[in-house]
């Protein structure tokens, strides 16, 4: 199982979840039903972002979205719709 708070630990940061629920996002957005959470990228290398995000898409599995964005890692469940 992943935790992902040791992984990141290696990696020199510590796992901030931005808002869920609350912030701006897209009105259909997931977040707003407490289905989407953000992870914060910043304290990440580059060449760490696309390894972390890969390590949480394996954990999940294909129930879950995992996206990339500029400043953060949005994890979405699908409930087996992707």
């Known amino acids: 199982m992943l935790s992902l708070n040791r992984y990141l630990k290696v990696l020199g940061v510590a796992a901030v979840i931005t808002p869920l629920c609350d912030g701006t996002h897209s009105r259909q957005s997931r977040h707003y039903i407490g289905m989407a959470m ?24 294909d129930e879950y979205f995992v996206l ?14 992707n």
Do not use: C, M, P
């Not at 990339?68 to 719709?81: A, I, R």
């Open 38 to 61: 953000d992870l914060r990228t910043r304290d990440l290398e580059t060449s760490d972002k696309r390894k972390v995000a890969d390590k949480i898409t394996d954990a999940l599995g």
């Open 68 to 81: 990339l964005e500029d400043t953060h890692l949005h994890l979405q469940f699908n409930g087996g719709v």
